[in-house]
């Protein structure tokens, strides 16, 4: 089984600022995927950011950006010049490759504030 | 397109009762996920349904089943409420592996 483990539960950042959440995950497959899926107040969860495991290359989108490291298990997201609409619950995620069926395996979550 | 939309948004119901979600999928999406969202629990995984087929199941007990129909929408049973049913119950729609694309949830309180 897999198992995701986000070990902030809460963070702060300054509008404009950089954070960086950071995702440990124990899986013994070889073929995943992994996400970074945001739920603000709304609790609306909206993906964030994918990295395709057999990718070697960061994946970015705009101001997120993630440093995945595959043979430490890492997978952290920085956002960059944060905003006050960055501010939500930050849900780490694993989902192995089979071809077929489709289940996340989230972590405990992240909430982060932006303040002004 | 329309994004994915679940009915009711909210529901109170009584220990012992029986209760339905509904969640219908962005147009093209065969592929629907349930999870459930606790405090104490954090996301679970439910199941999955493609084509109307169980593909895949969480650890829950029998009193949670659901189904798929020929449309594509799903809908989830939990018979004999228990007051740790209360929870935000979360369904994802998905075209490939690569995403999921959830819908704003049915926020269900058991008393």
């Known amino acids: 089984a897999q198992t995701v483990t986000q070990s902030q539960p809460e963070m702060s950042v300054q509008e404009a600022e950089t954070v960086t959440l950071s995702c440990t995950y124990d899986?013994?497959?070889?073929?995943?995927?992994l996400f970074w899926y945001k739920q603000p107040p709304s609790r609306q969860m909206i993906l964030v950011i994918r990295q395709e495991a057999y990718k070697q290359q960061n994946a970015t989108e705009n101001r997120f950006s993630v440093n995945f490291q595959k043979a430490a298990k890492s997978f952290s997201l920085k956002i960059s010049d944060s905003q006050l609409g960055d501010t939500a619950m930050y849900f780490c995620a694993f989902m192995k490759l089979t071809g077929t069926a489709s289940k996340l395996t989230f972590g405990t979550g992240t909430r982060l504030q932006v303040t002004l | 397109k329309a994004g994915v939309t679940q009915t009711p948004r909210y529901l109170i119901k009584t220990r012992g009762q029986q209760v339905t979600l509904s969640c219908s999928p962005i147009s093209g999406h065969r592929s629907v996920s349930w999870y459930q969202q606790t405090p104490g629990q954090g996301l679970q995984f439910l199941f999955e349904?493609?084509?109307?087929?169980?593909?895949n199941k969480g650890n829950f007990p029998g009193r949670f089943s659901g189904r798929q129909f020929s449309n594509s929408r799903s809908e989830m049973n939990v018979s004999t409420l228990e007051l740790g049913d209360s929870a935000l119950y979360l369904c994802a729609s998905s075209l490939t592996e690569k995403e999921q694309y959830f819908g704003p949830g049915t926020r269900l309180t058991v008393t």
């Open positions: 349904y493609f084509s109307e087929t169980q593909r």
């Open positions: 899986t013994s497959e070889s073929n995943y995927y």
